[in-house]
């Protein structure tokens, strides 16, 4: 349902892979929409309570080891990082 663009509610205990519900169908249109040279083409815009779960998602995204520019953007992001996140990142994990 997630990957088709309807709304959904998904609530089960930690560490059950809730996560992988909302960052695949994301992953896959960031893969799908990049130009013939990997020009990119969807972003992904994720907002996590806490700058830690923020770094938590990162690691676990990076650990899928896809080909997709991913970062953090938060109060401890340095010039140079804000830059490139705005830039080349695919999928910016931040916090409000």
């Known amino acids: 349902a997630a ?3 309807q709304h959904v509610v998904l609530a089960t205990g ?3 892979g809730k996560s992988l519900a909302y ?4 992953l896959s249109r960031v ?5 013939r040279r990997g020009q ?3 972003t ?3 907002l996590a309570p806490t700058k830690a779960l923020a770094q938590d998602q990162l690691a676990g995204i ?3 080891g896809l080909d997709v520019r991913v970062t953090t953007h938060d109060g401890d992001s340095g010039r140079d990082q804000r830059d490139w996140a705005r830039d080349h990142a695919e999928y910016v994990l ?3």
Request: net charge positive; charged share 10%.
């Open 3 to 5: 990957h088709a663009g």
């Open 14 to 16: 930690t560490a059950s």
């Open 23 to 26: 960052q695949l169908p994301a």
């Open 31 to 35: 893969l799908a929409d990049r130009g």
């Open 40 to 42: 990119r083409g969807a």
């Open 44 to 46: 992904v815009l994720y």
């Open 62 to 64: 990076a650990g899928l």
């Open 94 to 96: 931040t916090n409000p």
